[in-house]
């Protein structure tokens, strides 16, 4: 398979191009970013982040890791990478962003995918160091970059395809960032996502789903599709991780949190919604 790291990045200060300089990107404006030795990138100045490591904690990457690797999730990064490269030329690299990638299970699956036949240029984004970490270790080919969706440290135009997988979506920047014709694919939970671990874990179990929200300025709506399956969890292990890489465990109180914690099996209900929208062409 052909997968290449995406290069263009721009300095989070000035909004100038980078360019790789041995182990450090650099601006014309003499901004210097160091590469970490796990192969990525810091992209996220001091006075952008709202708290001291912003984003997933270490053990809620962990978790995620354990638990997306399982294979729990594979539909769901399957039919995320048949819409990425629907309509996708063949002639040239795909310029693909994941916006808020965590630690980068649907790139990879991504990639696996496309197999030889999709030559991709890949980028992963997130604001979480821990979860950059996590991903350059698993697969140095992509380009890995601590960065925010609000201040995406990319050239205007430069993607093809845009993921946005249980995230906090920027439309502004996505369509920045996108070409015209570029397509966004977003993933949100739908109102039975979960329902029976919420069911343990809350007194009073809510619907799991965000606001409708309008068409996104600049896009039109290509396609939804709904997808629900069951998974059978058949261990404490994974029905921690599954608890632990979500907001849930920190909105559960105590009791919640223990209630789970003593489930040996578990029988849960998967839902998402999945979108894909095009950027509008001039």
Same mark, same amino acid.
């Given at each position: 398979?052909?997968?290449?790291?995406?290069?263009?990045?721009?300095?989070?200060?000035?909004?100038?191009?980078?360019?790789?300089?041995?182990?450090? +990107?650099?601006?014309?404006?003499?901004?210097?970013?160091?590469?970490?030795?796990?192969?990525?990138?810091?992209?996220?100045?001091?006075?952008?982040?709202?708290?001291?490591?912003?984003?997933?904690?270490?053990?809620?990457?962990?978790?995620?890791?354990?638990?997306?690797?399982?294979?729990?999730?594979?539909? &769901?990064?399957?039919?995320?990478?048949?819409?990425?490269?629907?309509?996708?030329?063949?002639?040239?690299?795909?310029?693909?962003?994941?916006?808020?990638?965590?630690?980068?299970?649907?790139?990879?699956?991504?990639?696996?995918?496309?197999?030889? $036949?999709?030559?991709?240029?890949?980028?992963?984004?997130?604001?979480?160091?821990?979860?950059?970490?996590?991903?350059?270790?698993?697969?140095?080919?992509?380009? +890995?970059?601590?960065?925010?969706?609000?201040?995406?440290?990319?050239?205007?135009?430069?993607?093809?395809?845009?993921?946005?997988?249980?995230?906090?979506?920027?439309?502004?920047?996505?369509?920045?960032?996108?070409?015209?014709?570029?397509?966004?694919?977003?993933?949100?939970?739908?109102?039975? $996502?979960?329902?029976?671990?919420?069911?343990?874990?809350?007194?009073?179990?809510?619907?799991?789903?965000?606001?409708?929200?309008?068409?996104?300025?600049?896009?039109? $709506?290509?396609?939804?599709?709904?997808?629900?399956?069951?998974?059978?969890?058949?261990?404490?292990?994974? &029905?921690?991780?599954?608890?632990?890489?979500?907001?849930?465990?920190?909105?559960?109180?105590?009791?919640?949190?223990?209630?789970?914690?003593?489930?040996?099996?578990?029988?849960?209900?998967?839902?998402?919604?999945?979108?894909?929208?095009?950027?509008?062409?001039?």
């Amino acid at each position: 398979m052909t997968i290449t790291a995406f290069d263009k990045l721009t300095c989070p200060l000035d909004g100038t191009a980078l360019q790789q300089a041995g182990v450090a +990107w650099q601006c014309a404006s003499g901004h210097s970013y160091d590469i970490a030795r796990q192969g990525y990138v810091h992209l996220l100045p001091v006075q952008n982040k709202r708290s001291r490591d912003p984003g997933d904690s270490k053990a809620m990457v962990a978790a995620r890791r354990a638990f997306l690797n399982s294979g729990y999730y594979q539909p &769901i990064a399957d039919a995320v990478a048949e819409a990425v490269l629907a309509g996708a030329p063949l002639s040239q690299p795909l310029a693909c962003l994941d916006a808020g990638c965590g630690e980068g299970y649907y790139l990879r699956r991504l990639a696996e995918v496309a197999g030889g $036949h999709h030559p991709l240029s890949i980028l992963g984004l997130d604001i979480s160091k821990y979860a950059i970490q996590a991903a350059a270790r698993q697969d140095a080919r992509p380009a +890995w970059v601590v960065g925010s969706n609000a201040n995406l440290p990319v050239e205007a135009e430069s993607m093809d395809r845009l993921l946005c997988l249980f995230g906090f979506p920027v439309y502004a920047e996505f369509a920045r960032v996108l070409k015209p014709g570029g397509r966004l694919v977003q993933v949100d939970a739908g109102p039975d $996502h979960l329902k029976e671990l919420r069911a343990i874990i809350y007194p009073e179990v809510r619907k799991e789903t965000r606001p409708v929200r309008a068409l996104p300025e600049g896009f039109g $709506h290509l396609s939804s599709r709904e997808l629900s399956l069951t998974l059978e969890l058949t261990n404490a292990g994974a &029905i921690g991780d599954l608890l632990a890489m979500t907001p849930h465990f920190y909105r559960a109180n105590a009791e919640g949190r223990a209630a789970a914690e003593a489930l040996e099996s578990l029988s849960v209900t998967v839902q998402v919604r999945i979108q894909s929208f095009e950027k509008a062409r001039a």
